[in-house]
């Protein structure tokens, strides 16, 4: 089912601007005029999406910035979620998409989470035959970057 990545990303990201700007975080959103289809379940990229938005916005200190973007890579569209947050330890980016899996017990206790977005991220991207990479600093912020297939393999029109 092809949907509008555009109309989705904003729609989505609208819904959380108030409860962004309520911590005193700057939310950014930088999309295509045009639209961008790309071949997806609507519910799920929404989850992906909202997922890493919650993460960037629990783990960002008053002050700080969220940015959403979209841009399209030939076959690929690409969706990065970025924030000014607290960073995530190199030796911790390797677990971070394991089911449960906490950076350490002092965050834990600050935004009561379970561990389970970033391993539902993944479950759903590898389900769309698409994949997310992180860049992270301590202290920094983090970059979240989503990479989906505009057309799913073998669905293609025959000729
Ligand atoms: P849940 O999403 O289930 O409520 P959670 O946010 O702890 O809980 P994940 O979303 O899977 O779980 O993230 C796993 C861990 O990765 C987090 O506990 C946090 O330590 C770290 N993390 C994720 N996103 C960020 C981010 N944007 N900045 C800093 N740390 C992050
Ligand atoms: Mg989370």
Redo the contacts with the bound molecule.
């Keep these: 089912e092809p949907i509008d990545l555009v109309q989705l990303v904003k729609r989505t990201v609208e819904r959380y601007r108030h409860e962004t700007e309520a911590q005193g975080l700057t939310l950014e959103l930088d999309v295509p005029a045009e639209r961008l289809t790309v071949e997806a379940d609507a519910d799920r990229v929404a989850q992906v999406l909202i997922?890493l938005l919650?993460?960037?916005i629990?783990?960002?200190p008053t002050g700080g910035k969220v940015r959403v973007s979209v841009t399209e890579r030939e076959q690929d569209v690409v969706l990065k979620v970025s924030?000014t947050?607290?960073?995530?330890p190199e030796e911790?980016i390797s677990r971070?998409f394991e089911r449960f899996?906490?950076?350490?017990k002092a965050?834990?206790r600050r935004?009561g989470?379970?561990?389970?977005?970033?391993?539902i991220v993944k479950h759903i991207l590898e389900s769309h035959h698409g994949h997310v990479d992180v860049r992270?600093e301590v202290g920094k912020g983090?970059e979240?970057t989503i990479t989906l297939p505009k057309q799913q393999k073998g669905e293609e029109t025959a000729l």
């Design positions: 997922n919650g993460n960037a629990a783990y960002t924030d947050g607290i960073g995530i911790d971070l899996y906490r950076v350490d965050r834990a935004s989470g379970t561990g389970l977005g970033l391993a992270s983090s979240f």
